[in-house]
């Protein structure tokens, strides 16, 4: 066996890890399997020999990849779309299997608030037990630095639920967006008052960019200027959590409707209204099967 074959194998026994880590830093299956790849192919120009420790070796490149294109996207004008999963809200061990390795929206919008070094750190050390030691060198900084850094992300995280949270919370969930769904179908603005946290956040992905709104009033407008539209609407899944899907009378998708719910009332959405975003994502059929 070659030093470049046995090289090979090593990545590819870490390969899995260095995905799930790169994937949870980024949000996006995508960029992280880019980042890893570009681990791969530094890896391939080094000496086997001079290398001790090939798992430390590569979580600390990929790292330091994931900050510089964390970095890179920070000084770009738009804001990424949110990577979404989007399937039939049932529950089936398929459809779990699916959501299992996408990250929970909630966090997902929240980790994009943080700075990149205090992502890395908050996402090494409380996903995957990196040792603050570990991360600092990543870093270029001590570990009492990386621990302060990822200290400052926990508080910012410490209030996002957990996706999912067991069936009963889920049917929870889901009782509160039907009667979200419900209230917008008929036209019953009280109703969706009340399913609606009064300082609801409302994050909008369209082509032209991202807006942001505070307030049930915010969204009540928006669903009073759609009534008489011929759209259908079903709840479907969304990052493994209750959201809403909506199709033209055509058929085409018009937008996704990520719901995060707490206590009985809507407090987040995020809608992706972007026809290209929207094109890129596996959706369900307007109809659910069966």
């Known amino acids: 066996m070659t030093a470049q074959t046995q090289l090979a194998r090593h990545f590819e026994a870490q390969r899995p890890r260095l995905l799930a880590v790169a994937h949870r830093v980024l949000g996006s299956r995508t960029e992280a399997e880019d980042a890893v790849q570009e681990a791969w192919l530094r890896l391939s120009r080094q000496d ?10 590569l979580t600390t490149v990929v790292g330091r990849i994931c900050v510089d294109m964390l970095r890179a996207r920070g000084s770009r004008p738009e804001v990424p779309v949110p990577e979404l999963v989007v ?22 919008v929240v980790l994009g608030s943080l700075r990149p070094d205090e992502r890395l750190a908050f996402v090494l050390h409380d996903m995957f037990a990196v040792p603050f030691a570990e991360i600092g060198q990543i870093l270029d900084k001590s570990a009492d630095a990386a621990k302060m850094l ?38 019953d603005f009280e109703a969706l008052l009340r399913v609606l946290d009064p300082d609801v956040h409302w994050q909008r992905h369209t082509s032209a960019g991202v807006t942001t709104g505070t307030g049930a009033a915010v969204v009540v407008a928006a669903v009073r200027r759609g009534q008489g539209s011929r759209v259908l609407a079903r709840r479907v ?54």
């Not at 086997?48 to 070796?57: K, L, M, S, T």
């Not at 459809?95 to 966090?107: E, I, K, N, P, T």
């Not at 995280?157 to 179908?185: I, M, Y």
């Not at 959405?269 to 929207?278: A, C, M, T």
């Open 48 to 57: 086997p020999e001079a290398i001790d420790n090939i798992a430390g070796w």
């Open 87 to 108: 399937t039939e809200d049932v529950d089936t061990p398929e459809d779990a299997a699916v959501v299992a390795d996408s990250v929970g929206l909630a966090m997902l």
């Open 150 to 187: 990822a200290s400052r992300a926990r508080r910012k995280v410490q209030d996002v639920p957990p996706p999912s949270g067991g069936h009963r919370r889920r049917q929870e969930q889901r009782a509160v967006v039907d009667a979200f769904l419900a209230a917008s179908r008929d036209g």
């Open 237 to 290: 899944s969304v990052n493994g959590e209750p959201g809403i899907l909506a199709w033209g009378p055509s058929g085409r998708p018009l937008s996704v409707m990520a719901c995060t719910v707490e206590q009985g009332r809507m407090i987040g959405i995020v809608s992706i209204i972007d026809p290209v975003g929207l094109a890129q994502m596996l959706l369900p059929a307007p109809e659910a099967e069966g």
